[in-house]
């Protein structure tokens, strides 16, 4: 019996991702599978991208605002949600299609790979607490510099929480090629001008969305200052400025910066699996002659 078909739309934040899985879903009776470690939350929409109802047009999405903002959401939890909705698209006779920027996340789901828990080693953390987050992402190099490939470098507790599994298990499991799946993964890139461009142009409009409100709200509604520092970027640099440690000005700066290493870092992580086909998202005919041949087969 043929592995189920799995169609995975990956590559850089603001390459437009969301937009062209909607757009394949509707070509190829599709549903969705978010992989996003901050869309999993309720209640983080504009910092973290959330594409609202009328941009779904219609097409269902999995894995979105299913985790409190409060509460830790794994890549184990992820794993085992995603690989349930694949099974039950499926079961309705339609296409699951994973779209995403959280490599790890993708990796996780589409290799299967086994999920090894790791507890927390109080006496390590102690350790890596006194350390400043450039120090903790070059020890997180060092130990395992594929997942520091793939990770918020500015994010202290993502990184000592990476060090710690790095320091009891090794790296991170290798890519694979036995996939439960019949996969075709599509990534999609900008030149760099055109992609820092893009993001400066998604930053402004998420702040005139309202971003700033946003985390304010969530601040009253008990979400801590810490918990905002490790979701990282927007919601960072926001609660900086709104504990007036930084300008707006500085706020804004910051994470046009911070943004684009971080989107440099996810497509050096994703360059390196050698299955993804490459295409700039303007190549639409190309991408869909691409989901056809694959379908066909």
Same mark, same amino acid.
Request: glycine share 4%; aromatic share 8%.
């Given at each position: 019996?043929?592995?189920?078909?799995?169609?995975?739309?990956?590559?850089?934040?603001?390459?437009?991702?969301?937009?062209?899985?909607?757009?394949?879903?509707?070509?190829?009776?599709?549903?969705?599978?978010?992989?996003?470690?901050?869309?999993?939350?309720?209640?983080?929409?504009?910092?973290?991208?959330?594409?609202?109802?009328?941009?779904?047009?219609?097409?269902?999405?999995?894995?979105?605002?299913?985790?409190?903002?409060?509460?830790?959401?794994?890549?184990?939890?992820?794993?085992?949600?995603?690989?349930?909705?694949?099974?039950?698209?499926?079961?309705?006779?339609?296409?699951?299609?994973?779209?995403?920027?959280?490599?790890?996340?993708?990796?996780?789901?589409?290799?299967?790979?086994?999920?090894?828990?790791?507890?927390?080693?109080?006496?390590?953390?102690?350790?890596?607490?006194?350390? !400043?987050?450039?120090?903790?992402?070059?020890?997180? /190099?060092?130990?395992? &510099?594929?997942?520091? %490939?793939? $990770?918020? +470098?500015?994010?202290?507790?993502?990184?000592?929480?990476?060090?710690?599994?790095?320091?009891?298990?090794?790296?991170?499991?290798?890519?694979?090629?036995?996939?439960?799946?019949?996969?075709?993964?599509?990534?999609?890139?900008?030149?760099?001008?055109?992609?820092?461009?893009?993001?400066?142009?998604?930053?402004?409009?998420?702040?005139?969305?309202?971003?700033?409100?946003?985390?304010?709200?969530?601040?009253?509604?008990?979400?801590?200052?810490?918990?905002?520092?490790?979701?990282?970027?927007?919601?960072?640099?926001?609660?900086?400025?709104?504990?007036?440690?930084?300008?707006?000005?500085?706020?804004?700066?910051?994470?046009?910066?911070?943004?684009?290493?971080?989107?440099?870092?996810?497509? !050096?992580?994703?360059?390196?699996?050698?299955?993804? /086909?490459?295409?700039? &998202?303007?190549?639409? %005919?190309? $991408?869909? +002659?691409?989901?056809?041949?694959?379908?066909?087969?």
């Amino acid at each position: 019996m043929n592995p189920p078909k799995l169609l995975v739309i990956c590559g850089p934040t603001a390459t437009g991702k969301s937009d062209l899985a909607v757009e394949l879903a509707k070509n190829f009776n599709g549903e969705i599978i978010s992989a996003d470690s901050r869309q999993v939350y309720r209640d983080l929409d504009i910092g973290s991208g959330k594409i609202t109802k009328k941009e779904m047009l219609g097409i269902p999405h999995h894995l979105l605002d299913v985790a409190d903002p409060k509460e830790v959401f794994s890549v184990e939890k992820y794993k085992t949600l995603a690989q349930k909705a694949i099974s039950e698209i499926i079961s309705r006779k339609k296409l699951p299609i994973i779209c995403g920027g959280t490599g790890f996340y993708i990796h996780y789901v589409i290799d299967d790979v086994s999920v090894v828990e790791v507890a927390q080693d109080e006496s390590l953390r102690a350790e890596l607490s006194k350390k !400043t987050p450039a120090e903790l992402f070059s020890i997180l /190099q060092t130990l395992d &510099p594929d997942r520091a %490939e793939n $990770i918020d +470098a500015q994010n202290p507790v993502r990184l000592i929480r990476a060090i710690e599994i790095a320091t009891a298990l090794g790296k991170v499991p290798p890519i694979s090629t036995n996939s439960p799946y019949d996969v075709l993964q599509i990534g999609i890139d900008l030149p760099d001008e055109e992609l820092k461009a893009k993001i400066r142009t998604r930053l402004e409009k998420r702040l005139a969305r309202g971003m700033i409100e946003e985390v304010e709200k969530l601040v009253a509604d008990g979400v801590s200052w810490e918990r905002l520092h490790a979701f990282g970027l927007e919601y960072r640099y926001v609660a900086n400025f709104l504990k007036k440690e930084t300008t707006e000005n500085e706020m804004r700066e910051k994470l046009l910066s911070e943004i684009w290493h971080y989107a440099k870092r996810q497509r !050096t992580w994703f360059r390196k699996d050698k299955r993804i /086909q490459w295409f700039n &998202p303007s190549k639409k %005919e190309k $991408i869909l +002659a691409a989901v056809k041949n694959f379908l066909s087969k």
